[in-house]
């Protein structure tokens, strides 16, 4: 592998995508807004509707902090694979324990028609599969 060909300066900060971009700023003023809001009508047991309606089930997915983290983050990945801090790469060969299971699956261990996988091989004596089947 090469020595990467930026700075510690050159690298993009996620502080920039999540807090200092004019639509971070406007996205977490509503999420405030929106959340305040919500907490106040609890508080206050003012029952308003929209908050017990589908639109509000809706808004509280978008204004969720783990919502805001991947779309705002998004631009900060793609600022990191345009840099060449990140890039692409295929699996390393061998990283795998095995090629290939007799069902074609990456992980014999967990293929039933595989004599590798233990007790979830169809034939092994311990196998729930068995216990519960003909005998």
Same mark, same amino acid.
């Given at each position: 592998?090469?020595?990467?060909?930026?700075?510690?300066? !050159?690298?993009p900060r996620l502080?920039? &995508? =999540? &807090?200092?971009? &004019?639509?971070?700023?406007?996205? &977490?003023l509503a999420f405030a807004l929106f959340w305040m809001t919500l907490h106040a009508v609890w508080l206050l047991s003012l029952g308003s509707d929209?908050?017990?309606?589908?639109?509000?089930?809706?808004a509280m997915l978008i204004f969720n902090p783990i919502t805001a983290f991947?779309?705002?983050?998004?631009?900060?990945?793609?600022a990191l694979f345009s840099t060449g801090c990140l890039e692409w790469a295929e699996p390393a060969e061998g990283s795998y324990?095995?090629?290939?299971?007799?069902?074609? =699956?990456? !992980?014999?261990?967990? !293929?039933?028609?595989d004599p590798r996988s233990g007790i979830n091989w169809i034939g092994s004596p311990q196998s729930r599969a068995r216990r519960y089947g003909e005998d």
């Open positions: 592998m090469s020595e990467p060909s930026f700075t510690a300066n !050159d690298r502080v920039n &995508w =999540l &807090w200092h971009r &004019w639509y971070a700023k406007l996205y &977490w929209f908050f017990r309606s589908t639109v509000s089930a809706y991947v779309v705002l983050g998004a631009g900060y990945i793609h324990p095995f090629s290939r299971s007799l069902g074609g =699956l990456n !992980d014999p261990c967990s !293929d039933p028609a």
